[in-house]
């Protein structure tokens, strides 16, 4: 597991750099808690910038090598780590388990789509090439898409090897080495994903991961000299600082930020179909997801109904049959501490509004799937970004409406419009401010490309832009002279 057992039953997993595991080098380990029990779980090597340094040197060795491979070469190498992440599931979903107390179906999609983003760039990169340009008869000018060299990857604790693959793969594809700083909550199944593709055949140094905080090995990793790009997935907070620090060093960063997306329905759309949606956007890994649509704009004349039929059916959610619980204890509190605000703002839950009082899921860190009704468009409800089963309502009068409602956001992740003239549904979909929007339950896949509008961030995930975002462009021009 790239775990070693020591004295007590706790299980640590060191880094792993260079295609071995690697001890931190001041000896110390972080706890981690089992969110579904409050127990304590697996302890993660205490990363340092001693760490970093020696995981981008390793990465910085590796990456020459890789990126002069044939393309068909570093597309088979990413295939097998495909076929590995296949092969090793349950081990992947035992650690991202404990970890997360996701549900065997969350689990299960995220570790299969954790595979696809390898088979998709793996594919992709057969066609990742540069063009000529006709300069007239006495030039050869052509481009090459060329790695940076060494990729960081920083990623939270909602969708641990879901999102580290998701840049991976691309970074990889490109003919990056990557040094990745998992959540420190959330570490196990990357480290296990970088033994794992080792043992498929990935060459040494390519695939790093250095565990720990975000101080302590993060901000360090993004400082580091030989970081030529960074990928960072998390807080809006954190965001902004790496920004900073990427600002300073003039080296590009993606980021993929926050979100408070609206699900826009319409009278006249599917409501059986929209409501499920609504519900889906609070089950789907407990509403923890940047991209869930949980701010739910409804047309004035079906609006209560249709909120009253989405609460019924959150009525129905079983916690760890159909959710899991919140990830770590200070977003527990967090969400927590919403409710108290909207109570003393005056709001009222349709349902839910608390955690479990009784039986199992009040010994861990489940929280009742919530619905607000009728919420202010001032109130934090409305504005921030709850990581939990908790939706808003609010009423629209028509399409003019709904349009400056869903724009009434600091964000601009998605939007997901329900109705059934198809027409009206394009419509929005174009003048809403937000990287993607879907009519009437259209998915997002990997071929989508991701990203923000406004704060939600900027470069996309996903897509042939990805692996766009992991290359940059040399034009190269050889004079031929004259015959
Ligand atoms: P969340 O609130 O979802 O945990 P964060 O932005 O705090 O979001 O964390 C996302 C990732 O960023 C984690 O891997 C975390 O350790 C890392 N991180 C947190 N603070 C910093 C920082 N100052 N510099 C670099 N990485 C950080």
């Known amino acids: 597991m790239g775990a070693s057992a020591r004295q007590r039953a706790t299980v640590r997993h060191d880094h792993w750099i260079g295609g071995k595991p690697s001890e931190p080098a001041r000896g110390s380990y972080l706890p981690t808690l089992r969110p579904a029990t409050r127990e304590p779980g697996?302890?993660?090597?205490?990363?340092?910038?001693?760490?970093?340094?020696?995981?981008?040197?390793?990465?910085?060795?590796?990456?020459?090598?890789?990126?002069?491979?044939?393309?068909?070469?570093?597309s088979s190498a990413l295939h097998r780590v495909a076929d590995a992440i296949a092969a090793h599931t349950g081990e992947l979903t035992a650690l991202e388990r404990a970890c997360t107390g996701k549900t065997d179906a969350q689990l299960r999609l995220e570790t299969e789509m954790s595979a696809a983003y390898f088979r998709y760039y793996a594919g992709a990169l057969h066609a990742?090439?540069?063009?000529?340009?006709?300069q007239g008869a006495g030039a050869l000018t052509y481009t090459r898409l060329e790695p940076y060299g060494v990729v960081a990857v920083i990623t939270p604790w909602n969708l641990p090897l879901n999102q580290a693959c998701r840049a991976l793969a691309p970074a990889l594809a490109a003919g990056n080495a990557v040094v990745v700083k998992p959540s420190e909550l959330t570490s196990a199944s990357t480290v296990c994903l970088a033994r794992i593709a080792s043992e498929a055949g990935l060459p040494d140094g390519l695939l790093n991961v250095v565990t720990g905080t975000g101080r302590e090995v993060g901000t360090p990793l993004a400082l580091h000299p030989e970081v030529r790009r960074v990928a960072f997935t998390g807080s809006v907070p954190t965001g902004r600082r790496l920004a900073t620090v990427a600002a300073d060093r003039l080296i590009p960063l993606t980021l993929e930020l926050g979100g408070k997306s609206p699900l826009v329905v319409f009278a006249d759309a599917d409501l059986e179909r929209a409501a499920a949606a609504a519900v889906n956007a609070v089950a789907a890994n407990a509403g923890q997801v940047c991209s869930a649509t949980k701010r739910l704009l409804v047309e004035s004349s079906v609006h209560d109904p249709f909120?009253?039929?989405?609460?019924?059916?959150?009525?129905?959610?079983?916690?760890?049959?159909?959710?899991?619980?919140?990830n770590t204890e200070a977003q527990y509190a967090e969400v927590l501490d919403h409710f108290d605000r909207a109570r003393e703002a005056g709001c009222r839950p349709l349902t839910g509004g608390g955690a479990y009082e009784d039986g199992a899921p009040a010994g861990g860190l489940y929280i009742r799937p919530t619905l607000y009704a009728h919420v202010p468009r001032d109130l934090p409800l409305a504005r921030e970004e709850i990581f939990g089963p908790v939706l808003a309502t609010m009423p629209f009068t028509d399409e003019a409406h709904a349009l400056a409602l869903a724009d009434d956001t600091a964000y601009g992740l998605v939007a997901s419009i329900w109705s059934g003239d198809t027409a009206r549904g394009l419509r929005l979909a174009e003048r809403i401010q937000a990287g993607q929007v879907t009519v009437n339950g259209c998915p997002l896949t990997i071929e989508t490309p991701f990203g923000g509008y406004k704060q939600s961030g900027y470069g996309r995930e996903k897509g042939l832009e990805a692996l766009h975002e992991y290359a940059q462009v040399k034009t190269v021009s050889l004079a031929l002279g004259s015959s």
């Not at 990742?128 to 006709?134: E, L, P, V």
């Open 307 to 326: 909120v009253r039929e989405v609460a019924a059916r959150l009525e129905g959610l079983e916690p760890a049959r159909d959710f899991g619980p919140i």
């Open 128 to 134: 990742h090439h540069g063009r000529t340009i006709d």
């Open 42 to 74: 697996d302890e993660v090597a205490a990363g340092g910038p001693d760490d970093v340094d020696r995981a981008v040197v390793a990465a910085r060795a590796a990456y020459r090598a890789w990126a002069a491979l044939p393309a068909a070469d570093r």
